[in-house]
C-alpha cells in the first residue's frame, strides 16, 4: 500500500540559506501535517493543511511558511536557517480533519544546519 | 508546551518479559494514540483508543485509558528484541483542532 512519501530523506545546510521540504500524502487523504522533533525530544506539531487550506497553526517560526497543492501535496519552506532548526520533519496525512483510525506519517526528512 | 507525560522515559527489560509505559495528559480528548519509534526514523501508529473506550487490544498490544485520571498505559505482552524502540502517546484533543500532542516518549529496550 502507498504511504505518505517525504523528499529529501536527508539534508544539509549552512547558516542562513533556505531548504525546501515535500510531502506527498496517501492517495486520497486530503489533510497534511508537518511535525518537527528535535533531537531526544517529542515531535511538536508545526502546522496542518485541509483541501489545500490552512487548518491549523502550531510552533512554526516566520521564517517558515507552508502550502498544500492542488495535487495535495505539500511543500515546507524554511528561510534563514539556524543551527537549532536541525531536526527531523515530519509529514502526516489523513483523510478528512479527524484521523479516527490514526495518522500515517513519512520516514521523515533530517535536516542539518551546519 | 507539552501535553503528555510518559513515565518511565527509559526502562530496560529481559526479552520475554512485559513491558508496560504510562503517559498522562491535561487537556480532554478525543482520541489518544501510541507510536513507535525506531531510532531516528519515523513514527508508527500502533493503536488508537477513542475517549469512550477504556481498554483495547491489538496482538501483544493492550492499552487502557482512564479519562478521570487523564491517563493511558501501553502494555506489551512477551516483548522481542525487535520491540527496542521509543514509545510515544500522543492525544487528539476533543475541542476545536485535530493536531496529535506528543508526550516525551519511552525508551524501551529489550535484552536478548
Known amino acids: 500500500a502507498a504511504g505518505v512519501i517525504q523528499s529529501p530523506r536527508h539534508l544539509i545546510k549552512e547558516k542562513r540559506e533556505t531548504a525546501t521540504l515535500k510531502c506527498y500524502p496517501i492517495?486520497?487523504?486530503?489533510?497534511v501535517y508537518w511535525y518537527q522533533q528535535g533531537p531526544g525530544q517529542d515531535p511538536q506539531f508545526l502546522i496542518s493543511?485541509?483541501?489545500?487550506?490552512?487548518?491549523d497553526k502550531g510552533s512554526i517560526p516566520d521564517r517558515f511558511s507552508a502550502q498544500q497543492f492542488s495535487d495535495y501535496h505539500s511543500e515546507l519552506n524554511m528561510s534563514s536557517l539556524e543551527l537549532g532548526d536541525s531536526a527531523l520533519y515530519f509529514c502526516?496525512?489523513?483523510?478528512?480533519?479527524?484521523?479516527?483510525?490514526?495518522?500515517?506519517f513519512g520516514s521523515g526528512t533530517r535536516l542539518t544546519v551546519v | 508546551s507539552q501535553q503528555g507525560e510518559e513515565d518511565p522515559q527509559a526502562l530496560s527489560i529481559q526479552e520475554g518479559e512485559n513491558a508496560t509505559m504510562n503517559c498522562s495528559y491535561k487537556?480532554?480528548?478525543?482520541?489518544l494514540q501510541w507510536y513507535r519509534q525506531n531510532s531516528g526514523r519515523g513514527l508508527v501508529h500502533l493503536i488508537l483508543?477513542?475517549?469512550?473506550?477504556r481498554e483495547k487490544h491489538s496482538g501483544r498490544l493492550r492499552v487502557t485509558l482512564d479519562t478521570s485520571k487523564k491517563s493511558s498505559s501501553l502494555l506489551i505482552t512477551a516483548s522481542r528484541a525487535a520491540d527496542t524502540a521509543s514509545y510515544f502517546c500522543?492525544?487528539?484533543?476533543?475541542?476545536?483542532?485535530?493536531?496529535?500532542?506528543f508526550g516525551t516518549g519511552t525508551r524501551l529496550t529489550i535484552i536478548p
Open positions: 492517495p486520497r487523504h486530503d489533510t
Open positions: 493543511f485541509y483541501e489545500k487550506m490552512q487548518s
Open positions: 487537556t480532554s480528548i478525543n482520541n
Open positions: 502526516a496525512s489523513s483523510l478528512g480533519l479527524r484521523a479516527n483510525y490514526g495518522y500515517t
Open positions: 500522543a492525544t487528539d484533543a476533543d475541542f476545536g483542532n485535530e493536531k496529535l500532542t
Open positions: 483508543i477513542r475517549s469512550n473506550e
